[in-house]
């Protein structure tokens, strides 16, 4: 880390400004520089372009899709089958499907607990450690 990064008195990383020269700023004081300097990831300041956002926000609904969709096709198929058997044998009890199908949204919940949070630190360590989100 630099010396300027370091000292705020020495000047702002990012504006090349020292404090005094910051009162002067119209709208800007020096401790919002200095919070914005010391918010940002490795002293740098991340710059994305619309087209970069929009593909970031993709990708993140996306995973939250794919992480989400285990769990929601377990429900969705425990739901079919007790209604399935509702129909059968004529038992019209609406409490009857909510049980079972959060016995079985919880038990999948557990047993994909560790796909879950690896694709999530995947994502994680792609997104913060400055590689390709996958």
């Known amino acids: 880390?630099?010396?300027?990064?370091?000292?705020?008195?020495?000047?702002?990383?990012?504006?090349g400004i020292s404090?005094?020269?910051?009162?002067?700023?119209?709208?800007?004081?020096?401790?919002?520089?200095?919070?914005?300097?010391?918010?940002?990831?490795k002293g740098v300041?991340?710059?994305?372009?619309?087209?970069?956002?929009?593909e970031l926000v993709a990708r993140t609904l996306m995973l939250a899709?794919?992480?989400?969709?285990p769990m929601l096709l377990i429900g969705l198929v425990v739901g079919v089958v007790i209604s399935l058997l509702q129909a059968v044998t004529q038992i019209q009890e609406q409490t009857l499907t909510f049980v079972?199908?959060?016995?079985?949204?919880?038990?999948?919940?557990?047993?994909?607990?560790?796909?879950?949070?690896?694709r999530l630190m995947e994502y994680s360590t792609a997104m913060f450690g400055g590689g390709n989100v996958p």
């Open 1 to 15: 880390m630099d010396e300027a990064a370091s000292n705020p008195e020495k000047g702002d990383v990012f504006r």
């Open 19 to 41: 404090k005094a020269e910051s009162q002067n700023l119209p709208g800007r004081s020096f401790d919002a520089l200095e919070r914005f300097r010391r918010h940002s990831r």
């Open 45 to 54: 300041a991340m710059n994305l372009n619309l087209d970069q956002a929009t």
């Open 65 to 69: 899709l794919i992480i989400a969709s």
């Open 100 to 118: 079972p199908k959060i016995v079985a949204m919880v038990a999948s919940a557990i047993l994909l607990m560790p796909w879950v949070c690896h």
